[in-house]
């Protein structure tokens, strides 16, 4: 039973209870949240630079094109 999808695995252990059991508990992935990837741009999707303060969730490049819709302003 040498498999990387653990849900294959499960199927074949529906009449194994005991197995099934320990398989997951043991074997099945935990889920992950908080990762880079989880946070992307609402506008374009990209992972990288994300600004997220203030719940804006942009890339900085989406948002030094919609700052000043938002209501920021740029000061020299």
Same mark, same amino acid.
């Given at each position: 039973m040498t %498999? %990387?999808?653990?849900t294959k695995v499960m199927k074949q252990l529906q009449g194994k209870p005991g197995k099934k059991?320990?398989?997951a508990k043991?074997?099945?992935p935990k889920q992950r949240t908080g990762s880079a990837l989880d946070k992307k741009c609402k506008r374009c999707g990209? %992972?990288? $630079?994300?600004?997220?303060?203030?719940?804006?969730?942009?890339?900085r490049q989406c948002f030094r094109?919609? $700052? %000043?819709?938002?209501?920021?302003k740029k000061y020299n």
């Open positions: %498999t %990387t999808d653990h059991l320990k398989h043991y074997s099945v990209r %992972t990288g $630079a994300h600004i997220s303060k203030y719940g804006i969730n942009l890339c094109d919609v $700052a %000043t819709k938002i209501g920021f």
